[in-house]
């Protein structure tokens, strides 16, 4: 079973997964209504936006706080606009083709452009689980005083865990997902409260574009490779291409379009959560003259400030953050495997290949904050290879039928795409500078 790829896995096999079809069909007949109707397809999107809330963001955000306040919350407010956009285009494209974004890229790209799109993506997901991994045991060391590379084997542990799930099904995965991000938003929520930030700074933090020097755009690149995900961009198409079939034209858009609503309903609460993590630094750290670049010393800082129970919600969301998305890049990178190259291993084998990279970042030294930072530069990179893709297949009617892209679409798919080639370009100056 652990054998097979992500989408292979969601394929309506079992007993529970024909159900799941039953139900989601007459929810597509009409013979289900209001929330009835809608539960069958709430699911997929939650899972990839765990990618959004991982610890890297945390990372960034806590930076961006404590240095500029509200200045940056706009990013975050753009970056998930984009985010909407760009796991729509994912998740439609699984859903029109029965495909998902890398096995499109083998069909119609030549040999060499799928390896080498397999061999960055990989990299990025090094880069993903490096952050992930890092954070999840940077949390235990927060709240128990576990030494970091003890707490590092106890997130490999529980990492294995949470794969385990999809012995259960999909629906136990996405239960199981749903769970853990519904506690890192209450974690925040309750930061928010104990913070008492000025919601007139908050709500022009978010619509006025403005930087602040050279560092705010360094900044504000790594906010945006934190929020729009690359390897989330390949797992959303794999979590859509089987789980519910379409029948006919006519019922894959009725499938997007209740797909759509997942992804809205997703994309506003890891966004909320990110505005989050910059209000509650800026309402605690940056207000007090405060400029704090390690999450260690802003778990101390808070709990300084509003109180133990305040460091405790900010230290649990961190672990519970590091672990559901770490399991999240592990699918991630069996999706890219099996699609770009159609190879793949175990995921266990996976997931315990890719604990070495963090685990030899732990044992060097290298100051854990630095390296998630470092991370999110890395993905922001990875972002038009995930993308540009994406763009081309769903705005090409051969292959998304009666689900094309519409002009409007595509043409914002575009500028995003330009967007982020551009801050790309930037960094890159910038560190030959």
């Known amino acids: 079973m652990m054998e097979q790829s992500i989408a292979q896995q969601t394929t309506p096999v079992t007993s529970k997964g024909l159900d ?22 709430l699911g997929p999107a939650f899972i990839a936006a765990v990618a959004y809330i991982d610890p890297g963001n945390f990372a960034t955000n806590i930076t961006a706080g404590s240095k500029y306040g509200y200045l940056l919350l706009w990013v975050i407010f753009a970056s998930n606009l984009m985010a909407v956009l760009i796991q729509s285009l994912s998740a439609k494209l699984g859903i029109a083709t029965g495909k998902n974004l890398p096995e499109v890229a083998h069909d119609r790209f030549p040999k060499g452009v799928s390896i080498f799109l397999w061999i960055q993506s990989e990299l990025v997901i090094i880069a993903t689980d490096l952050a992930e991994f890092i954070g999840a045991a940077l949390g235990l060391y927060l709240l128990f005083g576990i030494p970091m590379l003890p707490a590092a084997v106890i997130t490999a542990i529980g990492s294995f865990a949470i794969l385990e799930l999809q012995r259960r099904g999909y629906r136990a995965l996405e239960a199981g997902i749903a769970a853990m991000v519904l506690i890192v938003v209450l974690a925040f929520a309750f930061q928010v409260i104990a913070a008492n930030p000025d919601y007139a700074a908050v709500g022009a933090g978010m619509v006025t574009p403005r930087f602040d020097g050279v560092d705010s755009v360094l900044l504000a690149a790594g906010i945006l490779g934190a929020t729009v995900m690359p390897h989330a961009i390949y797992l959303h198409s794999s979590l859509t291409q089987n789980r519910i079939v379409g029948r006919n034209e006519a019922e894959k858009k009725k499938i997007f379009k209740l797909e759509f609503i997942d992804i809205v309903l997703a994309m506003l609460i890891a966004g909320a959560v990110n505005m989050a993590m910059v209000v509650v630094s800026a309402g605690l750290l940056f207000k007090n003259g405060l400029v704090v670049e390690d999450l260690d010393v802003a778990f101390h800082q808070f709990g300084t400030i509003a109180g133990p ?39 266990y084998v996976r997931r315990a290949i890719t604990t070495i990279p963090p685990l030899a970042i732990i044992i060097s030294g290298v100051n854990p904050t630095n390296a998630l930072v470092m991370s999110q530069v890395v993905l922001s990179f990875g972002i038009a290879f995930a993308l540009i893709p994406l763009i081309l297949f769903t705005s090409n009617r051969k292959i998304m039928g009666s689900l094309l892209n519409h002009r409007v679409t595509t043409t914002l798919g575009w500028m995003i795409s330009a967007l982020v080639v551009s801050l790309n370009l930037f960094l890159v100056a910038q560190m030959l500078l």
């Open 20 to 41: 799941h079809q039953t139900s989601a069909h007459a929810a597509l007949d009409g013979r289900t209504k209001g929330m009835k109707r809608l539960l069958p397809f």
């Open 309 to 347: 129970v305040t460091a405790i919600s900010f230290g649990l969301g961190l672990l519970i953050a590091g672990l559901s998305s770490s399991s999240v890049g592990t699918m991630a990178g069996d999706v890219v495997m099996q699609g770009f190259i159609n190879k793949r291993i175990n995921l």
